[in-house]
């Protein structure tokens, strides 16, 4: 089974010259290894081009990660691709334990045990849990004793490459950050394929190191974070149900943004709202693959 391990970086030159090294060394000759810059302007490119084992792919602009994770997979030449974020360095051996559960043809995507450094502390994550409560998709860090997972995270897993082709990959209306490894895990688990958690497959996660706190304030990342929460529900939710408790919901949340000065929220929603044509026209695209209710599906978040 041939693996390749993809890499998405952008202005990441301090994470590469720390982490890289210990990537090469623990993935060693069983995968190649695939960087796709995403128009940085440090020196990620002259750094990568350091490693003469790895396959670079420079872009000209920056565009975000969804858009840079599927060039990369789309380049990669294995049948299972392995996504890890510039701060992610894996434990020795930490391949074989991913690739065993792709004998299963159904299976699209295995996530590792994400040890997370975050306020000098480790958190164990990788095994995702989810619900849809009133009209909306929450998400949460499950418990790690269970190897059903409500996503897999684009930062540490691994992906079969002719479903990912199926699904056509991460949507780029996510760009640039967030929401959208949840997005393409429901979307496989709506078509019927399944997702595992793997704990014996760890990661050490540097959480705290990542380009997004640093170069992003947090006011724009929770405008994102909201946006994306809405192109995710308009995008995928077929269920009535759940469809007429978001449209009961939302004024309410509206409301209580305003009142309880939660402008964020706002902003997020007409974010989406702006992006609407284009939502509707990736629903259209993606329901043909649909197989399974989001009724359905609650065994599979939890």
């Known amino acids: ?150 996503w897999v995270s684009g930062g540490s897993g691994a992906f079969r490459k002719s479903i990912w082709k199926k699904l056509e990959g991460m949507d780029a209306l996510y760009n640039p950050f967030y929401w959208e490894d949840i997005d393409l895990s429901y979307r496989a688990l709506k078509a019927g394929y399944s997702l595992i958690f793997e704990p014996k497959s760890i990661v050490m996660h540097f959480h705290e190191e990542g380009k997004i706190k640093s170069d992003f304030s947090s006011e724009y990342i929770k405008q994102i974070a909201y946006r994306n929460q809405f192109i995710f529900i308009w995008k995928n939710v077929s269920n009535y149900r759940i469809l007429l408790a978001h449209c009961f919901w939302v004024p309410i949340r509206l409301l209580q943004g305003f009142v309880k000065g939660d402008i964020f929220f706002i902003q997020g929603y007409i974010r989406a709202l702006f992006l609407f044509p284009l939502i509707i026209h990736s629903r259209m695209k993606s329901s043909s693959m649909w197989k399974r209710n989001d009724g359905e599906l609650t065994a599979a978040l939890i």
């Not at 990441?12 to 128009?39: Q, T, Y």
């Open 1 to 150: 089974m041939k693996v390749s391990v993809v890499i998405p970086n952008w202005n990441g030159s301090s994470l590469l010259k720390k982490h890289l090294p210990k990537v090469i060394s623990r993935v060693g000759r069983e995968a190649e290894i695939v960087i796709v810059d995403d128009g940085s302007t440090d020196d990620s490119v002259e750094i990568i081009r350091q490693f003469k084992s790895i396959r670079l792919i420079a872009k000209e602009r920056h565009e975000g990660f969804a858009s840079t994770v599927n060039i990369g997979v789309e380049h990669a030449n294995g049948e299972i691709v392995v996504l890890l974020n510039t701060d992610v360095e894996p434990e020795s051996n930490f391949l074989p334990p991913l690739l065993a559960h792709f004998d299963d043809p159904l299976v699209f995507g295995v996530g590792c045990m994400d040890k997370s450094i975050e306020n000098g502390n480790i958190v164990l994550r990788g095994k995702g849990e989810a619900a849809w409560k009133k009209g909306f998709f929450v998400h949460w860090k499950g418990d790690i004793d269970k190897r059903n997972t409500a």
